[in-house]
Structures are given as C-alpha cells and as structure tokens.
T-cell receptor, first 114, second 113 residues
Framework: DAGVIQSPRHEVTEMGQEVTLRCKPI?????LFWYRQTMMRGLELLIY????????DSGMPEDRFSAKMPNASFSTLKIQPSEPRDSAVYFC????????????FGPGTRLTVL | AQKVTQAQTEISVVEKEDVTLDCVYE???????LFWYKQPPSGELVFLIR??????QNEISGRYSWNFQKSTSSFNFTITASQVVDSAVYFC??????????FGGGTRVLVKP
C-alpha cells in the first residue's frame, strides 16, 4: 500500500519567492497534519485537517503560511513570500482518527530558502 | 498541556550492546497514547509502536522492547544487541485530548561497528 506521498522532496528557492509543498495522504485516512522540523525547534505541528476541514492552525507561524485541503486526497502548504528562516524539513502525516490514532508520516520536503 | 522529555540527546554504543532510551511525559488526561518513531539518516519518520494509557503491558518486537510505567510517567525503549542499522534519531510522542502529537526532542543513537 502506498504511504503518504510528498512532493517535491527537495526545494531550493530564493527569498521572496512563493513555495508550494504538496501532500497526498494514505487512502481512507481522514486526518492530515503538516509539521515542520528544525534543529532549533524540533518537530512542530503547523496545522491539521479533519475531513478536509482545518481544525487547528495555531502552529502556523504567520500570515505568510497557508494550507488547503481541497479534497480527501490532496493538501498543499504554501509560503509566500518565503524567507531564509523558513528553511526546514516539512512533513505531512495522515491518520484514521478514531481507529488507530497513529499518524503515518511522508518522507518530508527539505526546503532551503537562500 | 502536554509535554514529552527525552533527557538523553545522544547515545553512542558499540554494536551488540544494549541501549535504553528514556521518555518521560506529562499530561492531565487519563486517556492518552504514547508513540515511538525512528528517524534514520535518510530523514523519514518511521512509526515503531503505539501504546494506550490503559495498557501497561510491556511489549517486545524482535530486538525492540518497550517498558510503560504510569507510576513514573515513563515509556522507555530498549534496543537489544544493537546493530549499525539502528543508528537514527528516536522520538517519543504523546497524544492526549484532541488529535495533536507532542514530540520529545529526540535521542540520537549512534551504533559503532
């Protein structure tokens, strides 16, 4: 079975550019999470969706960050404009809430903002 | 509020030695879940185990074993007869009320041949 799919795996961009990260959750999962991992702050939850609806976006750093989930099989995390401090690994995870409660992670997108 | 503490930032062992990773958690909820994830050098996060707060039975899976003690709010992880492939960062995580995972800071395990 396919796991969580993320694209791109690596992204290098210049400050001020728009960045869009993509995620396809495991089929049948109804919860989707976006995390950011940095050396300084570890793993932080940015936002999570349940049945395509954003439930908690309190971890989103600022207005430059936005996330959408137009359907059950696709989500995007957008940063505009990007800044060097946004450089991190961004993980997407999904879970089947109410059954296993286990979040399964994608391979991550390593973002470098120059 | 939930909190997970992994006091050991890095552990270095020689192959075939046992290694135990400590995890201490804090929550006021009576129902919660504990997890361990492995992050190898390739970077992905791999789910290892999930435990709910009502099940204190220890678990063994191959060379991996977990010791859950509610009395001390600990969920420790032992790798027996470590191998070089066990070199990774290991994260303990807690999920209480709601759907949010709280991660510890991670413990880097380096297994030398």
């Amino acid at each position: 079975d396919a796991g969580v799919i993320q694209s791109p795996r690596h992204e290098v961009t210049e400050m001020g550019q728009e960045v869009t990260l993509r995620c396809k959750p495991i089929s049948g999962h109804n919860s989707l999470f976006w995390y950011r991992q940095t050396m300084m702050r570890g793993l932080e939850l940015l936002i999570y969706f349940n049945n395509n609806v954003p439930i908690d976006d309190s971890g989103m750093p600022e207005d430059r960050f936005s996330a959408k989930m137009p359907n059950a099989s696709f989500s995007t995390l957008k940063i505009q404009p990007s800044e060097p401090r946004d450089s991190a690994v961004y993980f997407c995870a999904s879970s089947l809430e109410g059954e296993t409660d286990t979040q399964y992670f994608g391979p991550g997108t390593r973002l470098t903002v120059l | 509020a939930q909190k997970v503490t992994q006091a050991q930032t890095e552990i270095s062992v020689v192959e075939k030695e046992d290694v135990t990773l400590d995890c201490v958690y804090e929550t006021r909820d009576t129902t919660y879940y504990l997890f361990w994830y492995k992050q190898p050098p390739s970077g992905e996060l791999v789910f290892l185990i999930r435990r709910n707060s009502f099940d204190e039975q220890n678990e063994i899976s191959g060379r991996y074993s977990w010791n859950f003690q509610k009395s001390t709010s600990s969920f420790n992880f032992t790798i027996t007869a470590s191998q070089v492939v066990d070199s990774a960062v290991y994260f303990c995580a807690l999920k209480a009320a709601g759907n949010k995972l709280t991660f510890g800071g991670g413990t880097r395990v380096l297994v030398k041949p």
